[in-house]
């Protein structure tokens, strides 16, 4: 069983729809959460933090669900910008990271 | 701003060749990653190290060795380059907590 999973996508959306994206982590004893984006051919690069209590930063917005070892990203307003991918991470102490393989977005004028 | 350097961006190697991707963080980061990234796979964990001198294993050690004769350089080597080597390979560094931070990886091509 691997240890971060996503849905792979792809997901097409048009401009201004709100997507939301969700991954499954299978140990409970997981500390930090994280999304990073990726684009094409680039490093991942920090999106945000997910926290216990839920963050939003602008049109994003993470949950973070322990009892159900869940986390999900909803982008609302969906800009052409957005197309990326994105990765759902999970850390154990800080110096073990899993990562999920990531959602296709592709945001459509 | 932090920054993660790989030294090269794009490398095109023979097989059979010994190939060296050298990585150097700003942060006084302890904690530095070694990740390889193929479509569908993801990224999977080659090597890491806490600390100068140290290493540990990770997922996919095989066919790879590392280096960290200092806190800010991390080295991966390929000792005998081979097809199924060819990749994008992403060096990380993080200070214990918290987030990673990457380089911009280096896309490695075995002839």
């Known amino acids: 069983r691997k240890e971060v999973e996503q849905d792979p996508g792809p997901f097409n959306v048009p401009e201004g729809a709100t997507v939301a994206f969700n991954c499954t982590y299978s140990n409970s004893a997981s500390q930090s959460f994280f999304w990073y984006r990726q684009d094409c051919r680039k490093e991942p690069k920090l999106l945000m933090s997910?926290?216990?209590s839920g963050n939003e930063d602008g049109r994003f917005t993470a949950q973070l669900n322990r009892a159900s070892q869940y986390i999900s990203l909803l982008i609302r307003d969906s800009k052409l910008s957005d197309s990326a991918t994105y990765l759902c991470?999970?850390?154990?102490?800080?110096?073990?990271?899993?990562f999920g393989t990531g959602t296709s977005l592709t945001v459509i004028p | 701003d932090v920054k993660v350097t790989q030294s090269s961006r794009y490398l095109v190697k023979r097989t059979g060749e010994k190939v060296f991707l050298e990585c150097v963080q700003d942060m006084d980061h302890e904690n530095m990653f070694w990740y390889r990234q193929d479509p569908g796979l993801g990224l999977r964990l080659i090597y890491f190290s806490y600390d100068v001198k140290m290493k540990e294993k990770g997922d996919i050690p095989e066919g790879y060795s590392v280096s960290r004769e200092k806190k800010e350089r991390f080295s991966l080597i390929l000792e005998s380059a081979s097809t199924n080597q060819t990749s994008m390979y992403l060096c990380?560094?993080?200070?214990?907590?918290?987030?990673?931070?990457f380089g911009e990886g280096s896309r490695l091509t075995v002839l």
């Open positions: 991470v999970v850390s154990d102490t800080g110096n073990q990271f899993y």
């Open positions: 990380a560094s993080n200070g214990g907590t918290g987030e990673l931070f």
């Open positions: 997910v926290y216990s």
